[in-house]
């Protein structure tokens, strides 16, 4: 009997942003965003838990990263950030029914 193996290996990169991701850094995190997905990669988890800060920068660095990896066929899921005024943030946003929230 003759069997066919494929293997398939996707990877996923967790991003860890332990500063604010607000218009100031917000360019910086997008360049190494696109290096990323430049290499490949097309599944993120974006760890926001000891991020204490983010405005509306942040927010569409977050959400262009996460249009265009679905665009590519990834996604992107985020580790619930420690600090309320960025839980508030994506709470008042819905940001919350967009995204998939995991736990590391």
């Known amino acids: 009997m003759k069997i066919v193996v494929q293997e398939q290996i996707e990877r996923t990169v967790t991003v860890a942003i332990p500063d604010r991701l607000d218009a100031f850094n ?7 965003l696109d290096e990323l997905m430049g290499d490949g990669v097309k599944r993120f988890v974006v760890d926001l838990s000891q991020t204490p800060f983010m ?4 927010m569409a660095v ?3 990263l996460l249009r265009r990896c679905r665009q590519a066929g990834g996604d992107v899921k985020l580790v ?4 309320e005024p960025v839980r508030r943030v994506l709470q008042l946003t819905q940001f919350d029914r967009i995204f998939e929230f995991v736990e590391l």
Do not use: H
């Open 55 to 58: 405005d509306s920068a942040g």
């Open 62 to 64: 977050l959400v262009s």
């Open 26 to 32: 917000a360019p910086a995190v997008r360049s190494q």
């Open 80 to 83: 619930w950030p420690q600090f």
